[in-house]
């Protein structure tokens, strides 16, 4: 009976999983640009290294190294990969670091200083962050994981005291190979927790579309990261800022991702575009009126013969007022996917009236309007940009078969008027399109749209518009009020010199 229970349970858990809208996958074919983007940054980061002074004594020489700064880094080998369940994993060996320090030596009274170079040779590094959905459903990272070595060191001392800095060099290479290794691991540990992290706060998660609609990017839960790909799993959905708790529930296919060709894939599914129209919708956006001047000349005349009738029975102050030219969706516009395209279907009211100075409008007649719209989806930079294109248009009347017949001259006109008058408004709003979550300073390039059944996928190379640098310098600068994340690492694993 228990047995039974829970797994009654789980099914109702899963019956109440909320579907994702938006899938993103990031390949293996990605890492090798990110690895080289993160190099630089790493050795940045790893150039700022401060050691602290050492000091010793053996019999009557005393000496002090202090000012150890590093000079350079290279890093000849290293290899970024995915490791399941959550990590990202980067090994570098082989590196070296170059090193100047300033010396000084007493013997009794006698004193030796100066500045001089040494290097760190056979370091080896390997870091692991952790990925994880903050309570905002951001992703973050949550943990890094770091082992860090130095080999040896080489230093060539010089001068009168050559033969004592020779005997005490066992002494302070291997007193400096100790305070490097503990110095390399709370580097990065900061550099993931911290600098990664203001990166990644450069994500949009619940962010304005524009004046009237956001948009909703939460992870779902925690990314998933195989041995190929790394695949995070957004809301995807769209909500009326003056309703920010409104929510659609989504009911749409659940998009699938296969590829592994190209660097990332994206994938929408029908229930991303349904809650834009839906949030539109409600917030009244879907309604367009057009008054004297702006209802075309031709499309006029046409009106008030087609009228005429019911026009010369107005009083004579009426006759002449302006016309109206009203649409307003009566639901939701709907977006199909399928193999063959795209597809957007709208059901409007079309209202025809006078509107004369100082006095109420007088309506002429009232008709319903269906339209279908192919829909061309396109990434630009981070910008999922659409091009609608008017596939079928019918009016027809709500009151009377006969009536429907007698508007049949207005289709022409009307589509014309649609297609003149309203597809450019609608055109120029859907092209300005709407950011894809990724991080400040990335975009897309070379991508490819591919229809599913009940969800779109875009394969796309990545590129990096700005340097991981430029970006984290600058979020932080805008962001200093913000919480911080904890820079102090746990206890390190470097190796003990």
């Known amino acids: 009976m228990a047995l039974l229970g829970a797994l009654f349970l789980t099914l109702l858990a899963g019956a109440r999983a909320e ?3 938006c899938k993103i996958r990031v390949t293996s074919k990605a890492l090798e640009l990110v690895k080289q983007e993160g190099l630089r940054f790493l050795e940045q980061e790893l150039e700022t290294i401060t050691i602290p002074d050492l000091q010793g004594r053996d019999g009557g020489f005393s000496y002090n190294i202090s000012e150890v700064k590093v000079t350079e880094l290279q890093l000849t080998s290293s290899e970024l990969h995915f490791q399941p369940e959550q990590e990202l994993i980067l090994d570098i060996a082989n590196a070296s670091l ?20 040494a290097s760190a040779e056979g370091m080896s590094i390997r870091t692991g962050l952790e990925l994880s959905q903050d309570p905002t459903g951001r992703i973050k990272v949550s943990n890094v994981s770091c082992q860090a070595s130095v080999s040896r060191m080489h230093m060539a001392f010089g001068g009168t005291f050559k033969k004592v800095y020779d005997f005490l060099s066992t002494f302070i290479t291997s007193g400096i190979r100790f305070l490097l290794n503990q110095q390399i691991c709370p580097v990065l540990y900061h550099a993931g927790m911290v600098l990664l992290n203001s990166l990644l706060d ?38 009326p800022l003056a309703e920010g708790n409104w929510s659609l529930l989504n009911q749409a296919v659940e ?3 296969q590829e592994e060709e190209r660097m990332v894939y994206v994938a929408f599914s029908e229930f991303f575009f349904d809650s834009a129209m839906e949030s539109y919708f409600r917030t009244g956006a879907l309604h367009l009126s057009l008054v004297g001047d702006k209802v075309p000349h031709d499309l006029d005349m046409l009106l008030r013969a087609t009228y005429f009738g019911s026009i010369v029975l107005l009083t004579p102050a009426v006759i002449d007022a302006p016309l109206k ?17 795209t597809t957007i279907s709208v059901t409007a009211s079309v209202t025809i009236a006078l509107v004369p100075t100082n006095q109420p409008e007088v309506e002429l007649t009232s008709m319903i309007m269906d339209a279908r719209f192919n829909a061309k989806m396109a990434l630009r930079g981070k910008a999922l940009r659409t091009q609608l294109d008017l596939r079928r248009f019918r009016i027809y009347s709500n009151q009377s078969a006969l009536e429907s017949l007698a508007l049949i001259p207005l289709q022409a006109p009307l589509r014309a008027m649609l297609q003149i008058g309203v597809m450019p408004i609608l055109n120029e709003r859907t092209w300005r399109g709407v950011q894809i979550p990724l991080p ?39 962001s200093t009020r913000a919480p911080q994340a904890p820079s102090a690492p746990p206890p390190t694993s470097a190796a003990a010199a």
């Not at 170059?98 to 170079?117: A, E, M, P, S, T």
Request: some cysteine; proline content about 7%.
């Open 440 to 478: 400040e300073g990335i975009n897309f390039v070379r991508e490819v749209v591919t229809n599913q059944a009940g969800y779109l996928t875009i394969g796309a190379d990545l590129h990096f518009a700005k340097g991981l640098r430029e970006v984290i310098d600058k979020n932080r600068r805008a």
């Open 325 to 341: 030219l009203e649409l307003r969706a009566m639901a939701p516009p709907r977006c199909t996917i399928k193999p063959s395209g």
């Open 19 to 21: 579907l994702p809208g």
């Open 255 to 257: 998009p699938q991702l």
């Open 98 to 117: 170059g090193l100047r320090f300033r010396r000084q030596l007493f013997y009794w009274f006698l004193y030796d200083g100066g500045y001089i170079n």
């Open 202 to 239: 450069t994500v949009p998660v619940r962010s304005p579309v524009d004046e009237l609609v956001g948009i909703d990017y939460s992870l779902l839960k925690d990314p998933v990261v195989s041995t190929n790909n790394l695949d995070l799993e957004f809301r995807g959905s769209f909500f």
